[in-house]
């Protein structure tokens, strides 16, 4: 692995995720790079927040795309273009291609607002309470083909309070995602996380099927 390790970062919305990586990255000491930022909306906030960091960015439409395949094709084009090592979903509200994922294999990574492989998909916290759980958190995992289902690298767990709504478990579980996102970025770009035939390790070690847990 070299000293810095190219990223890009595809978005659709916000950017919250996104912001947590650029601070992440001016401690001085960080090997992560990003070097673009692309999204399938021109309105996305997380675009301007790129911007104001000096980022490279660039927008692609889905819509001017004759289907998905045509659509992940231009995607590659773009990504590949600023040679990164690590492409990292944060917010990006398309379903990917197979051949897309094959493309990055084990160097594609995505975060989702559950404790995996609980509540695929979307409405988590609200799938959640209504489950009864009393725990919930989110999870950073390598991407494959299987939607949400790729093997997980770390997930932040927290507790379901009695009061707590759909909205107010978002907001912690947000938090959360701020830190363990940024700290999975960092393994992979120190060599330190990888993905084989095996599963996920870190440090050499195979990661449990749950990846890495951090307790709150």
């Known amino acids: 692995m070299s000293a810095t390790c190219n990223v890009v970062v595809l978005l659709s919305g916000t950017g919250s995720n996104l912001q947590a990586l650029i601070d992440s990255t001016r401690t001085g000491d960080s090997p992560v790079r990003i070097r673009a930022v692309i999204s399938n909306r021109a309105d996305a906030y997380g675009l301007q927040r790129a911007r104001d960091a000096g980022i490279d960015t660039r ?28 492409v990292v979903l944060a917010g990006f509200m398309r379903i990917l291609s197979a051949g897309f994922v094959r493309h990055y294999q084990g160097r594609l990574f995505n975060i989702h607002p559950s404790l995996l492989p609980k509540y695929k998909g979307l409405h988590t916290h609200q799938r959640a309470l209504e489950a009864g759980d009393t725990e919930h958190g989110c999870s950073v995992h390598f991407v ?62 195979l990661l449990a099927a749950s990846g890495h847990l951090i307790r709150h």
């Open 59 to 86: 927008v692609l439409d889905h819509k001017a795309f004759e289907g998905r395949e045509a659509f992940d094709a231009a995607l590659i084009e773009q990504i590949d273009a600023f040679n990164p090592q690590l």
């Open 144 to 205: 494959t083909e299987e939607l949400d289902g790729g093997p997980l690298v770390v997930q932040a767990v927290i507790p379901v309070e009695l009061h707590d709504t759909p909205q107010s478990l978002a907001q912690r579980v947000h938090a959360r995602e701020h830190q363990i996102y940024p700290m999975a970025v960092r393994w992979f770009a120190e060599g330190r996380l990888t993905l084989d035939d095996r599963g996920a390790s870190l440090d050499g070690q």
